[in-house]
């Protein structure tokens, strides 16, 4: 979950783009609640269940990013939707067999050309499923296998997944199952490198990630610029760990332990500065996400404080996504997409999240 990273100046050259939406009628949101925050879009509705969305940042035109998500489905698929929700039927890719979660990943080298990825669990098949952006064309011959050779009930079943590109310019996928061993080795991470064809490859790299046992692991989250991994452990808490391979296997922090209704699901990052932002966690059960502190404290730097607990609209919200730049005059400071269990996906102002602050992000 990987957001472009660019300065507030380009506000003034996206916000002309597009004209404020407002919330179709007949849909989700339409009517208000004290203290709930309302979505500003509600997506077209997909065929089966909604579940994890990413969102591709056009460079050249922000205004015209997408919104990829999953239906979660025996015979799902990836639903391409437009900053107003619409449908890109010629970008939607179906028959994927329950695809579970899928990020976004920019400047991986096909052929010589540096191409923009998004790469979706197909729990079914334990494969991976990698499309370029935005055309979302198979770059991957049908599917790449991951967990080889693990044997115990689901610990092939494919559910979260995030990509990690570091300073270098190397992306890996760091993949979760539905469940999996509770020594350490819950989450497993690969790198992606061109084939030598134009298709993406996948090299094993280390197996790491504590697990209670007590629900699953779905959702994770990664930070490129600060080089951490988060995961969500239902009904235990957020682990932390180092992205990079080889700064080792240790836990930095177990932290969003307390005050959850259920499950902790839903893990995004959003980008104040290049160090300081926010960690976005939901309460699955409770319709809430809880807000912590991306930089932690002066004393600890793994330290996240809690700020803030909101309550949304979206029902039994589990994927999320944030974006930390302007894309249009309706998400002037970003914008917060999370699904919801009437098949949509919902989109809200940053500003209506969190009080805006000065900011200036500078790279990837």
Known sequence: MNNVCISLLWLGAVACHTQQNTIRTGQA???TTPGVIQPVVVTDSVVHDTDDPAVWINPTDPAKSLIVGTDKDKDGGLYVFDLNGKLQADKTVRGLQRPNNVDIEYGLLLNGKSTDIAVATERLTHKLRIYSLPDMKPVDKGGIEVFVGETGTDYRDLMGISLYRNKAGVIYAIVGRKTGPTDGSYLWQYRLDDDGAGNVKATFVRKFGQYSGLKEIESIAVDDQ????????????????????EKGNQELALFATKGFAEDHEGISIYNLTDSTGYILVSDQGANKFHIFTREGTAQNQFDHQLLKV???KAVQSDGSETVSVPLNRQFQHGLFITMSDDRTFHLYRWEDIMPVKSRVITNR
């Open 29 to 31: 949101g339409d009517t």
């Open 310 to 312: 909101v309550t949304i």
């Open 226 to 245: 600060l080089g951490y991994v988060y995961y969500s452990d239902e009904g235990r808490g957020v682990h932390q760990y180092y992205a990079d391979p």
